[in-house]
């Protein structure tokens, strides 16, 4: 039978044990196969649980691209998310014909979706050149600030959000994206370069053609969304449309997979903005796109570290209770958490239990409305090692890739450690 005591008593406990029957306290004795069970709480000051803003987050290169504006969130304020990218030759040496016969009809960027967040609507979509050259071998991260032209591109004033459905594309149903119809100067930039140097590879190519800038915001005054789009379908590509004296419906497509440089990109969010809005005080908070993480402390480590001493730890876990009414459908809370490590000089580290057991033991998955973490190996570390700290950090999975926000009461965080005696 497994007991559950608070490390306030857990001291005491140890030293009535080695003097008094334990069943004096309502306790029985128990073989070390069964355990006893410590429960560190915020509420009993042994967790200390602080929401601090998430530094920039790598997100150069990433699976999936995102955009949009969430321009109400109760707890959460105002969120962007904005992408840049490059795009890549159909074929080398491109040479369609001398320039004076070529006429555009139009140019279509199409982004395909791959999922959303938040309340999908409408966006107001800009798009504008790069000024400067991006580079694939290079990091980037998710506040860079990059150059670019202030001309918006995009002649369409809105775009409806539909991630659902399919798309007529002359005359052929495609799958579900974003059309942005473009100013014809790009295609006409692009139909005059034809059989010169710079459509000859995609090194030229980028040079001569830096890339494209997306911004948006929300235009539905019901909370926004954040729109997630795939680089690798064959529906994402930005297509110039034209003819010649002598042909009509001829086409070019550029793709922004394969070597195209792309970077998303989130505004700021200062944790004095959290404060206004949220309670900080009950609960912590946790958002992906460069948002907020949550602090862990684990406090009285060195009575801890005493009163352990000469037993046997079975097992480490700490665990999260979502708080349900603050994450609803439109602003659903994560699906996985991670728990990271910070050592003396502030860095973070994957803890030992992800990286030798692997996702499945370590936990993090939502379910049930909460995150259970096997941390047994990290606090065995935490015990014996001087240069671990009792410092961690919950952050999001996949942060630079989704948009979503979860909010945690600090009276459901509970760090559970069994135990047996020698």
């Known amino acids: 039978m497994t007991k559950n005591i608070s490390t306030f008593f857990f001291i005491a406990l140890l030293l009535i044990f080695s003097c008094t029957d334990p069943n004096l306290i309502g306790l029985e004795v128990q073989p070390p196969s069964d355990g006893i069970k410590i429960t560190l709480t915020n509420e009993e000051n042994n967790l200390l649980l602080t929401t601090i803003s998430e530094d920039s987050l790598r997100s150069d290169e990433t699976a999936t691209l995102l955009l949009g504006h969430i321009s109400y969130d109760e707890y959460f304020g105002e969120s962007y998310a904005e992408f840049v990218t490059q795009f890549q030759l159909p074929y080398s040496n491109i040479d369609i ?160 997979s394969g070597d195209a440089a792309r970077i998303n990109l989130f505004n700021d969010k200062d944790i004095d903005r959290l404060i206004q809005l949220a309670d900080t005080s009950s609960h912590t908070y946790v958002q992906s796109m460069s948002g907020y993480k949550t602090l862990i402390q684990i406090d009285n480590l060195e009575s801890i570290k005493s009163a352990l001493h000469d037993k046997v730890v079975n097992r480490a876990t700490l665990d999260f209770e979502i708080e349900t009414t603050g994450n609803s459908d439109d602003f659903q809370a994560h699906n996985r958490m991670y728990l990271v490590r910070i050592d003396n000089e502030g860095n973070d580290y994957f803890l030992t239990d992800y990286i030798v057991e692997g996702e499945d033991h370590f936990g993090g998955k939502l379910q049930n409305d909460k995150y259970s973490f096997n941390i047994t190996r990290y606090f065995h570390q935490l015990l014996n090692n001087e240069n671990y700290t009792n410092r961690l950090y919950l952050v999001s999975s996949g942060g630079a890739v989704n948009a979503n926000r979860t909010i945690l009461p600090k009276n459901k965080v509970e760090f559970n450690i069994i135990y047996t005696d020698l």
């Open 97 to 256: 014909g001398n320039k004076d016969s070529l006429i555009v009809d139009s140019v279509i960027l199409s982004l395909s979706y791959s999922g959303s967040y938040g309340n999908n609507s409408a966006l107001s979509v800009k798009v504008f050149n790069i000024n400067q050259t991006i580079y694939k071998d290079s990091a980037y991260y998710s506040k860079q600030e990059l150059n670019y032209d202030f001309t918006n591109l995009n002649l369409d004033d809105i775009t409806y959000i539909y991630t659902e459905d399919s798309v007529l594309v002359r005359g052929q149903m495609k799958g579900p994206h974003m059309q942005l119809r473009l100013d014809e100067s790009i295609g006409r930039m692009i139909l005059d370069a034809s059989g010169t140097g710079q459509l000859q590879d995609n090194t030229q190519f980028v040079e001569f053609f830096k890339g494209l800038y997306l911004k948006a915001t929300d235009v539905s005054f019901s909370g926004g969304s954040i729109v997630y789009l795939d680089p690798f379908s064959s529906n994402t590509k930005l297509t110039v449309y034209y003819h010649s004296t002598n042909l009509d419906s001829l086409s070019l497509d550029f793709a922004i």
